[in-house]
Nanobody, 124 residues
Framework: QVQLVESGGGLVQAGGSLRLSCAAPGRTFSTYGMGWFRQAPGKEREFVAT????????YYADSVKGRFTISRDNAKNTVYLQMNSLKPEDTAVYYC?????????????????WGQGTQVTVSS
């Protein structure tokens, strides 16, 4: 069992920045691929970014590419999402998720564990 706890959400003006953190206490964190997803009201949960177990491979949705950066610190059992140049359309609940496979998927249903989510609101 992997417990994931997100933090760092909040209210920010358009053009601003936030850094989300996802802590995963436990010795097996470094063996999991990690993903960030988001869900806006009335919409399906969508892929934002993924990172493999070592941090050597990352992948981004086109909508956030060049603005968001996913990273991880396995010594701290934490994955991060640095969000810059935020837009009102980035407003959503952001979730981190863990996957045990070698190839980190972009499909939410393929993830094994989820955090509770953190709200990000970008005002215009």
């Amino acid at each position: 069992q992997v417990q994931l706890v997100e933090s760092g959400g909040g209210l920010v003006q358009a053009g601003g920045s936030l850094r989300l953190s996802c802590a995963a206490p436990g010795r097996t964190f470094s063996t999991y691929g990690m993903g960030w997803f988001r869900q806006a009201p009335g919409k399906e949960r969508e892929f934002v970014a993924t990172i493999n177990w070592s941090g050597g491979r990352t992948y981004y949705a086109d909508s956030v590419k060049g603005r968001f950066t996913i990273s991880r610190d396995n010594a701290k059992n934490t994955v991060y999402l640095q969000m810059n140049s935020l837009k009102p359309e980035d407003t959503a609940v952001y979730y981190c998720a863990a996957n045990q496979g070698i190839v980190v998927p972009t499909t939410p249903s393929l993830y094994d564990y989820w955090g509770q989510g953190t709200q990000v609101t970008v005002s215009s």
